[in-house]
């Protein structure tokens, strides 16, 4: 049997995480190692725990998640952070993508939900679908900056399977509207990721907002 996955719980109100921890700890494969009130308790719950997977709200006292998950990330080989929020559209989310959190969930999200985000996060996706974060990022606006040379490296076919994905497109509509399987877009899209150095799909929408490319 696997060891369960890691989680660390952030949020300033007890209660909250008392009830997050009764549903992650219910699972057999899922366990909660740590908690904390504010981001800078967090960084010592992390240092000192080595979770999988962070569940960070993002306005705490004394230091908010924007800031914890910062410098998380900073840190050699990071755990997984997912914000959460009260917003459907929080810039704050929006933010901390950029930073390079996996995603965020809403505060009132079926236990289900919040179960299923933890174990895909866990695998090295995203918990947000990308043509959710392309509505994220159209609300929050864009930070453009420069085409990196890297683009530049993206063969004709990748460039289209890239505009596509960037639209929020999944496997299967990008396959069906370029004539291609499922398997051989998988390929291009890893292919992608690898050279514009992008963790996932929902990187890869950041990426097209912060250079123009959407």
Request: hydrophobic share 50%; charged share 25%; glycine share 6%.
């Amino acid at each position: 049997m696997t060891d369960p996955i890691r989680v660390v719980l952030v949020d300033d109100q007890s209660l909250f995480r008392a009830g997050i921890r009764m549903v992650v700890d219910s699972q057999p494969d899922l366990s909660v190692v740590g908690e904390a009130g504010d981001g800078k308790e967090a960084l010592a719950v992390v240092a000192r725990v080595q979770p999988d997977v962070v569940l960070m709200d993002i306005r705490m006292p004394v230091m908010d998640g924007l800031a914890a998950t910062a410098e998380l990330l900073a840190r050699p080989d990071p755990p997984r952070v997912v914000m959460l929020t009260t917003f459907d559209l929080d810039e704050a989310a929006a933010r901390a993508i950029r930073q390079g959190a996996s995603g965020f969930l809403l505060k009132d999200a079926d236990p289900e939900f919040l179960l299923a985000a933890i174990r895909t996060v866990h695998a090295g996706s995203a918990v947000i679908a990308a043509a959710a974060t392309r509505e994220l990022f159209a609300a929050a606006g864009p930070e453009t900056r420069p085409v990196p040379a890297s683009f530049q490296t993206l063969t004709d076919r990748e460039r289209e399977v890239f505009a596509l994905a960037a639209r929020g497109l999944s496997n299967a509509e990008i396959a069906a509207r370029e004539f291609l399987s499922e398997a051989t877009v998988k390929t291009h899209i890893s292919r992608i990721l690898t050279k514009l150095a992008l963790r996932d799909r929902v990187q890869l929408v950041v990426f097209a907002y912060d250079h123009g490319l959407n």
